[in-house]
């Protein structure tokens, strides 16, 4: 009678995630058009901080354990891949708005 509803650790976390995806919409899309470049300086920063765990992971050794090693060098390679489209897409961006301010000849 006295126990309490105790909730699944991953539909906890989904819903973390899902909620999150929302107020990362919502905070990107009301960025007014000035604060874009340094909002993706800030961005690129983060990724760079995203790409230091993930090669953690992929440095992560291959134990005899089941396989989470495995799935751990998986996982921190596509995350180093992600971030590193995501900081040089960024770099990519902030260049072409950065030249749109430029004097033209």
Do not use: C
Not at 24 to 44: D, E, F, I, K, Q
């Amino acid at each position: 009678m006295n126990e309490l509803a105790q909730v699944d650790p991953f539909v906890f976390r989904i819903s973390i995630f899902v909620l999150a995806i929302f107020v990362g919409y919502y905070v990107v899309w009301s960025v007014t058009p000035a604060l874009h470049t340094p909002l993706m300086s800030v961005t690129n920063a983060i990724s760079s901080v995203v790409i230091v765990g993930a090669l953690l992971a992929v440095s992560a050794p291959l134990d005899g354990d089941g396989g989470s090693g495995a799935v751990s060098k998986t996982l921190g390679f596509i995350a180093v891949m992600l971030a590193s489209v995501n900081i040089v897409g960024g770099f990519l961006v902030t260049h072409r708005m950065l030249s749109m301010y430029r004097k033209q000849r």
